[in-house]
């Protein structure tokens, strides 16, 4: 079993930076994939970036702007999200797929998802 907790999301101008967290616990291991995905209201659930060891993949509309990285030792994952965007505005979400050998786009791949946490981008 795997729970998930997103947090660091807010309300920002446009062009400025925020950092997501995503504190993981339960069957967790260095070794998973993980992945960020965001749902805007009234648009698809989309995959925003994902991460496992020796391979990162990025959405093509956040490549540039957003780095996706794992603290192992705090069990963590973050979004760093630059110079960010109006079309960006979402809740965010964090997920892990328990066995895989690359990174899944698809949100129906991953195994356990975490509640959100809402990103609003002004401009």
């Known amino acids: 079993q795997v729970q998930l907790v997103e947090s660091g999301g807010g309300s920002v101008q446009a062009g400025g930076s925020l950092r997501l967290s995503c504190a993981a616990s339960?069957?967790?291991?260095?070794?998973?994939?993980m992945g960020w995905f965001r749902q805007a209201p009234g648009k698809e659930r989309e995959f925003v970036a994902g991460?496992?060891?020796?391979?990162?993949d990025y959405a093509d509309s956040v490549k540039g702007r957003f780095t996706i990285s794992r603290d192992n030792a705090k069990n963590t994952m973050y979004l760093q999200m630059n110079n960010l965007k109006p079309e960006d505005m979402a809740v965010y979400y964090c997920a892990v797929v328990l066995s895989s050998w690359r990174v899944p786009r698809g949100w129906s791949e991953y195994d356990y998802w975490g509640q959100g946490t809402q990103v609003t981008v002004s401009s």
């Open positions: 991460i496992r060891p020796g391979t990162t």
């Open positions: 339960g069957r967790t291991f260095y070794t998973n994939t």
